[in-house]
């Protein structure tokens, strides 16, 4: 047994022409979007296209699809439910394979411990990070 976190998940529906697929499809895969389908519209150019998306990167979403593609995709985002993040947050490597693999920072790409570490910051938790990393390589300005 291990912990994992529920990702709350929206169904989002983006109506957008033909001429901004891509750049539609460029936003969802940045914010970990799921493509569900996507269907034509007879009699216009007007594409329907089905997605989920995690809420906690839903923050700021319509705005950019709109920047991104001028106006010409419209997102409707709808609360759909949970799923389960199937990543330990408080995973870290200990085997000597998996020091060599991955070395000491290897929760860098966790996902479920940046999501963790995110809502804790909003809440005003202690969060484990190093303030300084690399010490030698700060320097302080000089005033002239």
């Not at 010409?72 to 870290?92: C, R, S």
Request: with cysteine; net charge neutral.
């Amino acid at each position: 047994w291990s912990p994992r976190l529920m990702l709350a998940m929206y169904t989002c529906e983006i109506q957008a022409t033909n001429e901004v697929l891509g750049k539609v499809y460029n936003v969802l895969s940045k914010r970990r979007g799921q493509i569900l389908g996507e269907e034509m519209k007879e009699g216009s150019s007007f594409y329907t296209i089905e997605a989920m998306i995690p809420i906690v990167e839903s923050f700021g979403f319509a705005d950019e699809m709109r920047k991104k593609t001028s106006g010409n995709a419209h997102p409707q985002l709808l609360f759909k439910g949970f799923e389960i993040l199937d990543i330990n947050p408080f995973w870290k490597p200990k085997t000597t394979e998996e020091l060599e693999d991955l070395g000491e920072k290897a929760d860098k790409e966790n996902l479920a411990k940046k999501y963790m570490d995110a809502v804790r910051k909003r809440k005003g938790l202690a969060v484990e990070e190093l303030v300084v990393t690399h010490g030698e390589k700060q320097s302080t300005l000089k005033s002239k």
